[in-house]
């Protein structure tokens, strides 16, 4: 370093000049000077990383099938359904795109991946291969956005990516696509197996910290068929509904999992998922019991009104989960009341009754905040009670560091919560609380589940409804 700084100023701008766009914000740290001769340079692929960025999905394949040193600009990629299936659709069958056609079929030759190679040519497709070759080609691509179909080249596609960033005498070059990836969004759509599979292989990805999997809508116990790695995954955000086998799955290869988020639901119509919370615990547990920071595994039961939901004691028999003492930091759990309930007694004509049970005696020493839904029970004043008992009798030697707690979807709070309740809480120093209504959009409920300004306003209070076109969709 001491001789590349010796350098003039305009040999080091040359040098800077070169410098790919995967490296050159490393290179740019490596000291002050060299920042600020590489300020230039950054701005400049700032502006072409943007101008990618607006291209739709043709327009930015028809680019880097041109220009394939322009794959290294974009950082994030987000490729929605509609556009891009009809844009392909047109691609197959008008005479103007025959040199795209072309230019795919020459880069599938090119590409390092061996899928692309296959030389029985009646399993192959311009659209089958277009996507991705692209999103194989992103070098420096840290954040991806899919809501997609998801063709069996991209899936083989992917596992071999995997399996290279596992074994260095790859023929896969260097660097690997997607060798820095951090954080997967996926949204699955038509045949939820292939999103479900493509999430379990970036989630395999070294550097993926942050897996978004929502849409979620499989009923069948999930097999996976490739061979599997630890994970690096930090946070997981899941929602809809799947077997809980699908879960474990995600689970069981991480080994410093901090967030962890499952928004069950059950409908009234059809088959719903069956959901295991207890087995899932115990899973989580196992791999993330001493670092697991915030947990939530909630039941949604949407537009299902009383017995007309029969799937409720169809698969959901048994929904408890289980002591959670030895997660050792865990602070917040977002979860409904049925998860410590023992319900009985139910049957096609009614709700049965419910007991709630050592829920104060679960819970870990280390939790702070407690967000509880009714989930497929209906908040009253004796459960109410049951629980202001537990906390009353047991919060100093139970969960000493507990400081909230509020009640979702309970619109009874103020009448169901007396006042002497209230101070009583007070008096253990806990915030007490309710939210009126809870968003189905899973993108608004982050800002519920985030809980980052609970002590920065005044806790017992109703928040407005949010996204209400949402939930009645």
């Known amino acids: ?48 990383r943007s101008r990618l960025a607006e291209m739709q999905p043709l327009g930015l394949l028809r680019t880097l099938s041109l220009h394939s040193e322009l794959a290294l600009y ?17 691609l197959d069958t008008s005479i103007n795109d025959a040199p795209l056609k072309s230019d795919i079929n020459a880069w599938a030759l090119q590409s390092p991946f061996t899928i692309f190679h296959e030389t029985d040519e009646r399993h192959k497709s311009v659209r089958d291969l277009a996507m991705p070759l692209m999103v194989t080609s992103l070098l420096n691509l840290r954040k991806i956005d899919w809501a997609i179909a998801y063709p069996r080249y991209l899936l083989e596609a992917v596992s071999q990516i995997v399996e ?57 116990p999930f097999v996976c068929p490739y061979p599997r790695y630890d994970s690096g995954v930090t946070e997981m955000i899941l929602d809809e509904y799947a077997d809980s086998s699908y ?7 991480t080994n410093r999992l901090q967030k962890f988020t499952y928004n069950h639901n059950i409908y009234g119509t059809g088959t719903s998922a069956k959901f295991e919370p207890r087995h899932v615990a115990e899973i989580l547990k196992q791999r993330a019991g001493h670092s697991l920071l915030y947990l939530n595994l909630s039941i949604d039961v949407p537009g299902c009104l009383g017995y007309l939901c029969r799937d409720r004691y169809r698969n959901h028999n048994d929904l408890s989960l289980g002591p959670l003492r030895s997660f050792s930091v865990l602070r917040t759990i977002v979860t409904c009341v ?33 967000v509880l839904h009714q989930g497929l029970e209906e908040w009253d004043k004796d459960t109410l009670r049951m629980l202001f008992r537990g906390f009353r009798k047991n919060k100093q030697k139970r969960v000493p560091n507990l400081k909230l707690i509020d009640f979702v979807q309970c619109p009874s709070f103020e009448p169901l919560m007396s006042d002497n309740m209230k101070t009583a809480f007070q008096g ?35 928040l407005e409804e949010c996204c209400q076109h949402e939930w009645l969709g």
């Open 1 to 48: 370093m001491a001789i590349l700084t010796s350098l003039p100023n305009e040999l080091l701008l040359s040098i800077i000049a070169d410098v790919s766009p995967l490296y050159i914000e490393s290179f740019a740290l490596s000291c002050k000077r060299i920042y600020y001769l590489c300020i230039d340079t950054i701005r400049e692929h700032d502006i072409v």
């Open 74 to 90: 974009p950082i994030s990629s987000k490729l929605t359904y509609t556009p891009f299936e009809m844009e392909f659709l047109q």
């Open 164 to 220: 290279a960033s596992r074994e260095p005498l790859s023929s896969v070059r260097q660097p690997l696509a997607f060798g820095r990836l951090n954080e997967v969004r996926i949204v699955t759509t038509c045949d939820c197996t292939y999103g479900m599979g493509l999430a379990v292989l970036l989630a395999m990805i070294p550097s993926v910290r942050k897996l978004k999997v929502l849409r979620i809508c499989n009923t069948n």
């Open 247 to 253: 879960l474990v799955e995600l689970i069981k290869h």
């Open 338 to 370: 049925d998860m410590f309930i023992k319900t009985r007694g139910l049957s096609e004509f009614g709700n049965g009754t419910g007991t709630v049970q050592r829920l104060v005696s679960w819970l870990p020493t280390s939790l702070e905040a407690l």
């Open 428 to 462: 253990m120093g806990v915030k007490v609380g309710y939210t009126l209504y809870w968003c189905r959009n899973p993108e608004c409920r982050q800002v519920f589940e985030q809980l980052e300004d609970w002590e920065g306003r005044p806790w017992v209070e109703a």
